[in-house]
């Protein structure tokens, strides 16, 4: 309400409350511009809902690993293995689990390996770079793509990877695995291989049956753990719930954009009817009092 319609009521005797003569103003200009705002709105959450429909849908593929149990090392052993200056095998941490899963090494193994890279992009997208700067960009896209969560309450360790089609989706979680089982197996092997080479040339140093007892139970420690690498299955860690391709897109979500793009054009058109009812107002002389 303006000014002069104040002095008016003023002159008259009418007493007019404050936050009535605010809310009427408020009705009054959403009320003046409301085909304007309206209008807005129903423009911006339409082309919003069409790019939507637009947009390619992506596929999430989920993975549950756990740690294994399989390996076992006496303390008792270890201890004695620790005197000789070697080193035991242990059970795999899910920590390094995690660690493997998001290093660049373990990824170019397996983008090479599965030929990921025409995979992942079209062949003119990358028809200009180098093979180097082929796998960098894929790389790139794992990071972009990939999820690992390590869930320390449940010691469990969460593989996600997102992609256009929900059976590569699966298969490329699949792939991770794999090779992650492949590294993890071939490093036990090399460990165990040189602690058998090296308990092997301590039974030369020395004739004491007791040492030598032990150093025997070590060498076949060694043997065992060289045999667990070799089975693979289960070694160092198990997998509780393997990858399957996915039956629901996880983006776009349309109902989100939607919703997003219908209260971030309402606030938008809101403002703009007082931004213009207040410029209108200073060319007529007037003042905006809300």
């Known amino acids: 309400m303006d000014e002069e319609t104040k002095k008016i009521g003023k002159i008259k005797g009418i007493k007019y409350n404050e936050d009535e003569i605010d809310l009427i103003e408020i009705y009054s200009i959403l009320k003046k511009y409301r085909k304007k705002i309206l209008l807005f709105v129903f423009a911006v959450v339409s082309l919003t809902v069409g ?6 849908p992506i596929y999430e593929a989920t993975a549950v690993l756990a740690p294994s149990n399989t390996q076992s090392n006496p303390s008792f052993m270890t201890a004695f293995a620790s005197q000789l200056g070697i080193i035991t095998p242990q059970s795999p941490e899910l920590s390094e689990v995690v660690a493997l899963l998001k290093s660049k090494v373990l990824q170019e193994r397996v983008i090479k390996k599965y030929n990921l890279i025409d995979v992942f992009f079209e062949k003119d997208d990358l028809k200009d770079k180098t093979e180097d700067e082929k796998v960098w960009e894929a ?14 309450k449940d010691n469990l360790v969460q593989v996600s990877m997102q992609f256009k089609d929900p059976k590569m989706s699966a298969d490329i ?9 492949e590294h993890m ?3 036990m092997k090399r460990v165990a291989k040189t602690n058998k ?4 040339s301590q039974l030369n140093k ?7 007892a032990k150093i025997y139970n070590l060498i076949a420690n060694q043997i065992e753990q060289s045999m667990l690498a070799e089975a693979k299955e289960n070694f160092s860690f198990k997998v509780i719930d393997p990858p399957k391709p996915p039956d629901k897109k996880v983006k776009p979500k349309r109902a989100l954009m ?6 971030a054009s309402l606030i938008i058109g809101i403002f703009y009817a007082f931004v213009k009812e207040y410029f209108e107002n200073l060319k007529s002389g007037g003042a905006l009092d809300v």
């Open 51 to 56: 790019i939507s429909f637009l947009m390619t």
């Open 185 to 187: 197996s071939e490093e």
């Open 173 to 181: 979680v699949n792939f991770l695995i794999q090779e992650l089982k």
């Open 197 to 200: 080479m090296y308990l092997e």
């Open 206 to 212: 020395t004739m004491d049956p007791f040492i030598r």
């Open 139 to 152: 790389l790139r896209f794992f990071e972009d793509n990939l999820k690992v969560n390590y869930k320390q």
């Open 258 to 263: 939607g919703l997003i793009s219908l209260l």
